[in-house]
């Protein structure tokens, strides 16, 4: 059995379909949700483990990007040198499920692991490159 680590992103107007059901049904594909940010008519994100036999594996996810969901490889940790940053925010911007937030009463930059995807997006955002993925 083969498993593989994903963040899917849902477009607004894949949002609202069943297509993961659909992926577990038609392909054998056992998934266990890791974490998740969806709302009804926005972006979702989830980041998923998806397990079964090579081929049906990857002709799941390749229907789940059939369907316009955006397929990525899941990284496994982000790491903040919080003491380096000056907490402008810009990551942010991109983080979609408020995992990094700037706080009061200080107005310092906060990374709340519990709600992170691990979508990696705030990597490329941070202007002194201070977050870094760990493999």
Known sequence: MAKRRLVLTFPPEVVERPVV???IKEFDVVTNIL???VHEGEIGRMMVELEGEGRKLKDGVRYLE???VEVEEAIKDIVLDELSCISCG???AVCLPGALKVEAPDWELVLDKDRCILCGLCVDACPL??????F
């Open 90 to 92: 810009a990551c942010t």
């Open 35 to 37: 974490r998740a940010e």
């Open 21 to 23: 059901s659909l992926m």
């Open 66 to 68: 059939e369907q316009g």
């Open 129 to 134: 490159q201070l977050i870094t993925v760990m």
